[in-house]
């Protein structure tokens, strides 16, 4: 199960830190990520970092604003956003590849609203 938290309102220029907690198996030894989904659009990748921390990616639009990281030993994801815009505003999920590419599951997300 993956449960994301920290999302909420915040004002454009403002941030948020974002945690995704896994529980009942080990997502410690998988790469992990944000995905995020505005009303009425698909949902589309933000960031996704390997199981071990040293590579990370990002979407263009949040490149040098955001920041994905892992503490393997919490077995939580986290993502910190930085100068938040208003076209950031979504519901996060936190997710995890178990295969080769793409993402296989995702869990419950939180809502991160941004007014401008």
């Known amino acids: 199960q993956l449960q994301a938290s920290g999302g909420g309102l915040v004002q454009a220029g403002g941030s948020l830190r974002l945690s995704c907690a896994a529980s009942g198996r080990t997502f410690s030894n998988y790469y992990m990520g944000w995905l995020r989904q505005a009303p009425g659009k698909e949902r589309e990748f933000v960031a996704g970092?390997?199981?071990?921390?040293?590579?990370?990616s990002y979407r263009d639009s949040v490149k040098g604003r955001f920041t994905i990281s892992r503490d393997n030993a919490k077995n939580t994801v986290y993502l910190q956003m930085n100068s938040l815009k208003s076209e950031d505003t979504a519901v996060y999920h936190c997710?995890?590849?178990?295969?080769?590419?793409?993402?296989?599951?995702w869990g419950q997300g939180t809502q991160v609203t941004v007014s401008s």
């Open positions: 997710a995890v590849r178990w295969g080769v590419s793409g993402f296989d599951y």
């Open positions: 970092i390997t199981w071990n921390g040293d590579i990370t």
